[in-house]
């Protein structure tokens, strides 16, 4: 059975070692999903018609999180990313927002915690914004979709 | 039917105005579960009768990430926090965690978003330090619980 | 002469105490314009017109900026901000665009480097923006418009 | 025409994907000019001339700000900066300072921001220390000089 | 005997509930030493002569530092600074330099971290711009000198 | 004798050109002991055994902040860590704790500065966990132990 990478054989937290690892191409897609009252995703329907505030405030949200992964993360290792896309697919048989990001870097590790905390910042931005309206929103089916690159080559995950 | 409070008149987003809510003691509850493989639960178990340290890094990680909720959430007010508490309830028979935060301020606004945040960036953290072994970590049910202070007063989510 | 208050009588750079000052209701308005070709001008406001997004991820930047204000000037203060306007006044005769920032905070000091700082950021993100197809924009009339509350009473700045 | 390169072909805010693009040498400078009273460049000089404190923090202060470029501009890469330089240039006839900034890096995209972000910061620090003696200080001309490095080649730009 | 405050009873970290505590003024005096080669000072105090960099940059660091304070130490309270100062002895005997800071605070938590955190900060500033000509600097006695305000009383430590 | 490398000809303070450096595999270590009265170490110890915290969220402090060196120390490159390591030794007979930290990178500049400044945090998130129970704690003996890797080779210091 594979053992925690990030504790050592004294249980110890440990940032895992990418020294040795080369640097190539990575990306990483993540989702979350947002619910809501249905009145609730009328009124962000309608303002998005008119300007779409409420949904590119939570895009910018995503995307400035995503910068600030490995500062929230704790083993996190910083990365220079390379890319960073938060997009938004309004479900209403659902009553439901489902948000995915796509982040991009050519470096050492990985970037699914920057592709989750992309879309994780960002539905926590559509709960402030409409949390005076509906307090009972709720995120859920927060994943890792795809990862490409590494050593451990791609996955995609079956939904 | 209710305005998106963080939208004015020209759907341009803004702050909402505290300046002249009075100060007063606020605290709130959200939660989150993180569901996994067994083994995975297994796993972060056997480590934390050792020492505990997925749960404590993650704990660590949701306080912190509270401390930083109005730099990540763009329109939320930056505020004082009194007091985080971040606890996990291990739920074998869902094979999952769940992650509860209670975040207290005396202050012009309440701490909703701090509470979500911290138990989403907990829950995140959760995910970092197993990725290796179980990359279908699934979080979910995000959300507030409780809420006491200010003007709109006493909210209990029915569960 | 008045002397610098930020220097003492050795030349040391300094914090001012602020630790006697009564807590007051204290307001602040900035502005900033930026200069750019005619043909600047017309994509941001035709994409102003589909759906903002220029202005509109300024206006974010520059509100979260004024976040930061206290980490970004060394002897600033921090405070809590409690409202912060980042709006946008498009003047084509000038092949310009006037920001102004208005902050709010209860606090021991003022506000005008929150505001300074939110119109100055929120300039540089339309350079950014902007800057693949106009790099000779430029940032001027950086300047402290109004000023209220605390000791010194109310300013305004006369255009 | 050429579009902006920030927005996508729906109108939205994305972040340019520079994975492809090769790591090279780049460098950028950047001015900014701050607009004063003769009392109060006589003052800074003054300092200066003891132990040029107004001038030393603003230096500072731009050259940490240009290390936090990608926190502040939402759609700004995150770089490694090798070098940045600040400096001042005392303009007695035009009561005022000129500051410019000298940024390097080797990375996959271009130092601009970080160059402006220097000089932009560096003139708010100035007007911090001194907004006590001179509210109507004006900070302008803050623009892009010289840029080097990457697809586009060598911008100079006349003055 | 006394627990640890940041402990609960399950052994689990916990940030202290400050939130029924007064708020009231509060000041901490915090030093640290920083030992070197003769060499090293005497390159110091030449350049402190000329200007003072050195010292300057490091007093600039420590006050910038001890805002950050909460985001360092993971279970401090964030609070809002209202002063501090950050001062240099140089002790030519001993081949040191002793930093003292001295922050203040209105507020509902003692100011004795964010002073430990601008004299540390503030040493550790010197060593990265003498570290090129002296590697074995060492930083020493690190210690809280005064602390008043609070239901804890005064407290002065005695050298 | 050799200059300050931080300092220009003119005296003012310059980050240190690294653009022509190679990229090449770095490590540092570095200690840093905190002194305590023989209860307070009991304390921690108990809280070890049991679950270990207060070094643990030490351990996890120390780690962040290396990630935030550059953030801290103004004159610092900013550069991607690939592996941090903070460890503990009890010392008994001393009342102390010695901490290690062990820092790595592929990049242009040692990581001295990272080492340093993960100790000091752990050090310093020692003394607030515990402070309510011994307000004497010190600081002492911190410094670099190794370090290798760059053009000026491996340093080892004697002890």
């Keep these: 059975m594979k053992n925690l990478t990030h504790i050592d054989e004294q249980g110890?937290?440990?940032m895992v070692d990418v020294s040795e690892k080369p640097s190539t191409a990575r990306e990483a897609v993540a989702m979350a999903k947002i619910l809501m009252k249905p009145e609730?995703?009328?009124?962000?329907?309608?303002?998005?018609?008119?300007?779409?505030?409420v949904l590119q405030v939570a895009r910018i949200a995503g995307i400035m999180a995503s910068k600030k992964t490995s500062e929230l993360i704790p083993l996190c290792h910083p990365l220079s990313i390379t890319k960073v896309d938060v997009d938004f697919n309004i479900l209403p048989q659902e009553n439901a927002?489902?948000?995915?990001?796509r982040v991009k870097t050519i470096g050492q590790t990985g970037v699914e915690m920057e592709a989750l905390t992309a879309v994780t910042v960002s539905a926590l931005t559509?709960?402030?914004?409409?949390?005076?309206?509906?307090?009972?929103m709720t995120i859920t089916?927060?994943?890792l979709l795809e990862k490409r690159g590494g050593k451990s080559g791609e996955f995609v995950r079956k939904r």
């Design 97 to 101: 927002i489902e948000i995915q990001a």
């Design 12 to 14: 110890r937290a440990k």
């Design 126 to 136: 559509v709960y402030d914004m409409c949390k005076a309206v509906d307090r009972e």
């Design 40 to 53: 609730t995703l009328q009124l962000i329907i309608e303002n998005r018609i008119a300007k779409g505030e």
């Design 141 to 143: 089916e927060v994943m």
